[in-house]
């Protein structure tokens, strides 16, 4: 039996999570040759994926496997582990819209249609200003482009958007964009 493969990656803009894309580079590019054979080439069951997905637009951490049984336990909707972003937002925020922004994400919100997502609910999200335009905001769930559609339904934009942390494995501050390592033991329990 092949021993699994555990990845943690910087992820930098303009990369997709993708094996294949027409117009976008994709995250696998980032990795060795001998790893992007096991995204197409690798038996069943034994496939290199990305834990999640980021869009394009999105920077930071990202998690690869060839376990599937992991990977679903991370991305699963009910497995109730966060994921913490940094998001830059279009418009500043005022101490006191802060804190409505704050009260209207602790609750469910209805998120705008967009793309292939129509509208829809969403679970109750933890925000934290730590300036008038910068905010960090945890989520449960990971539906598509989430982040992105709570601040469009509290009424603002994305300019920039980084995942932090996955549960309580935080990006390591030493990986640059665009580089990735094999994650350790102890960084795989910090998940749970």
Known sequence: MEENI???MNKPCGYVCSAVSDSHKTVYEL????????????????????????DAETSG???????????????ARDSG??????????????????????????KSLTLPAEKKAGEQECE???????????????????????VRR????????????????????SLPKELKQGQWRPLTQSEINLIF
């Open 6 to 8: 555990y990845l943690i």
């Open 81 to 106: 582990i966060e994921k913490t972003y940094v998001a830059k937002l279009e418009c500043e925020v005022s101490p006191e819209n802060q804190e409505i922004y704050k009260t209207r994400a602790s």
């Open 124 to 146: 109750p999200a933890i925000l934290t200003f730590t300036s008038t335009n910068l905010c960090q905001i945890t989520i449960h769930e990971g539906k598509f482009h989430e």
């Open 31 to 54: 990795l060795t040759p001998e790893l992007q054979a096991l995204v197409r080439g690798a038996k069943r069951g034994h496939r290199l994926h990305t834990i999640g997905r980021l």
């Open 61 to 75: 951490l990202l998690l690869f496997t060839t376990d599937g049984m992991f990977s679903h336990r991370v991305a």
């Open 150 to 169: 709570i601040f469009r339904a509290l009424g603002n934009e994305v300019k920039e958007l980084k995942r932090i942390s996955i549960g309580n494995l």
